[in-house]
């Protein structure tokens, strides 16, 4: 990733947690200089507040549910109030399916369990960053009837399937971060016809760039050398 114009970050991540070895992981995860990322750190529900309360530029928050001054839920729900437009990603040592459902139902845009690979938490990151809602693997163990208020995963599936092979093959050169010239390239065909490629791949999957796109197909198993 980099840095947006004029240096400025390409988003701004209020991290609640406090546990100093987690903590301090994500730090050296998110927080390397030139990946375009400015990270602030609240180690307390009554700092987070403050710090939503001070800055107009936060772009997304990852929230600890096990903080020691409140219930990581109903702080949840606060924030949710508190900056309807601020998308909060929950941080959770839990897989339980009943915290992940709640999780959502109280408005989270994404469950990430604290066992997730480094790339995949970055991969869910700039999915919900693009606009979208990051659903963890283990929603799809769960029995029907378990994942209401949650059916982005399906959705995104069935979207997915909509993509003809020529666009699927296109898709899976966007998660290798190929530019459009690479990609014409590989495929054989003109840039002009990667560009229609890509504007119909980003349309069927609801997504506003390519960086939504190839979170997305992470997300469900889609790699440069296809589905896993």
């Given amino acids: 990733m980099t840095p947006g114009q004029n240096g400025s970050p390409q988003a ?41 309360s001070n800055r107009g530029d936060l772009n997304i928050a990852l929230l600890d549910l096990g903080l020691p001054d409140a219930c990581g839920f109903d702080l949840l729900a606060g924030i949710r109030q508190q900056a309807p437009a601020l998308p909060v990603v929950v941080l959770s040592g839990s ?4 915290d992940i459902r709640r999780a959502f139902h109280t408005g989270a845009r994404g469950y990430i369990t604290k066992d997730t690979r480094p790339d995949i938490m970055l991969s869910a990151l700039q999915l919900v960053l693009a606009g979208g809602t990051y659903v963890p693997p283990q929603l799809v163990t ?10 982005e995963f399906s959705v995104a599936e069935s979207r997915l399937g909509r993509l003809t092979e020529r666009q699927q093959e296109v898709l899976k050169l966007i998660v290798a971060e190929r530019s459009n010239k690479d990609i014409a390239t590989e495929i054989g065909c003109s840039q002009a016809t990667v560009k229609v490629h890509v504007t119909a791949v980003l349309k069927t999957l609801g997504v506003p760039n390519r960086i939504g796109a190839a979170a997305l197909a992470r997300q469900h198993g889609i790699e440069e050398t296809g589905r896993v």
Avoid: N
Avoid at 95 to 98: C, H, I, L
């Fill in 95 to 98: 897989t339980s399916g009943s």
């Fill in 12 to 52: 701004v991540i209020l991290l609640i947690e406090d546990h100093p070895l987690f903590l301090d992981g994500l730090r050296r995860f998110l927080g390397k200089p030139g990946d375009g990322y400015e990270l602030v750190v609240a180690e307390s529900a009554a700092t987070a507040k403050e710090i939503i």
């Fill in 142 to 151: 769960m029995q029907p009837g378990q994942t209401a208020g949650i059916d």
